[in-house]
């Protein structure tokens, strides 16, 4: 793992879509092709901003997304594949194909399964990720499942990632939150060939010194990431206020 510490989030944003862009870049010229994963959050803002700008060939790239919430639909302003829409797929216009997590879907094991069959075959490059305040991944709350190959599964959202999605405003009461959510899981993460993980915000820095410091277990997925060599952290100085020695 390797970290990067930018003044501000702003200027994080534009040095992950930098390492993003390259990386990309790089998957067409040697496949011809490449996949990506795509999460969202505030923590992802920038990112988009900077890659929808970026001069690449879309057209050869497939994105996945990382989660959805159960029983929400597309259309709902806090609905995943709503802000997807809007800050990445329409500013990219021409992607390969884009598989977003329907979350609404009427036999969720079927979209599981569906998706599964998306992905198991498709090699990822770059999975874009985000650290909640309560140290997941995608929607893998503590203690989250480290053990299943699947690549996406149900998960039950716990009270403190509930609670995050109203204190950022995507919710206006902690009853409006759903309870539970597909992500894509841990492993599955740890698939791609590089991680791209952007982390702002003072809020996240417990998270950012669990990531890093904890023992690496279900009760830290983040920590999970310490496993992987090709993956890089991009912090703010106020999410980094905790690990004062990991400053490079």
């Given amino acids: 793992m390797r970290i990067t510490i930018c003044e501000d989030k702003h200027d994080m944003g534009l040095e992950a879509a930098k390492l993003g862009i390259r990386l990309i870049r790089e998957a067409i010229e040697e496949r011809g092709e490449a996949a990506i994963v795509v999460a969202t959050g505030l923590s992802q803002f920038s990112l988009y901003a900077h890659l929808g700008q970026a001069d690449l060939d879309w057209s050869k790239v497939t ?3 990382l989660n959805e919430y159960v029983g929400i ?5 806090s609905s995943f594949r709503h802000y997807l829409q809007n800050r990445f797929v329409q500013r990219v216009h021409t992607l390969k194909a884009y598989y977003d997590v ?3 879907a009427a036999d969720l094991n079927g979209e599981v399964a569906r998706l599964n069959g998306l992905v198991k075959d498709q090699a990822i490059d770059i999975a874009f990720l985000g650290i909640g305040e309560n140290g997941h991944i995608g929607f893998n709350d503590p203690p989250a499942d480290f053990n299943t190959t699947d690549p996406y ?12 999605q109203v204190g950022e405003g995507w919710f206006s009461s902690f009853t409006e ?11 599955q993460m740890l698939r791609a060939r590089h991680i791209i993980c952007s982390v702002p915000d003072q809020r996240k820095a417990r998270a950012v010194a669990m990531c890093l410091y904890d023992q690496i277990s279900p009760y830290s997925p983040a920590s999970a990431l310490r496993t992987k060599v090709e993956c890089t952290l991009f912090l703010d100085r106020t999410s980094s206020m905790l690990i004062m020695g990991d400053r490079r």
């Fill in 63 to 65: 994105a996945f997304g």
């Fill in 73 to 77: 639909s597309a259309s709902h302003p």
């Fill in 102 to 104: 329907q979350g609404d």
């Fill in 153 to 164: 599964i149900i998960v039950n959202l716990d009270e403190r990632c509930r609670r995050q």
């Fill in 177 to 187: 939150v759903p309870t539970q959510a597909i992500t894509m899981s841990v492993r």
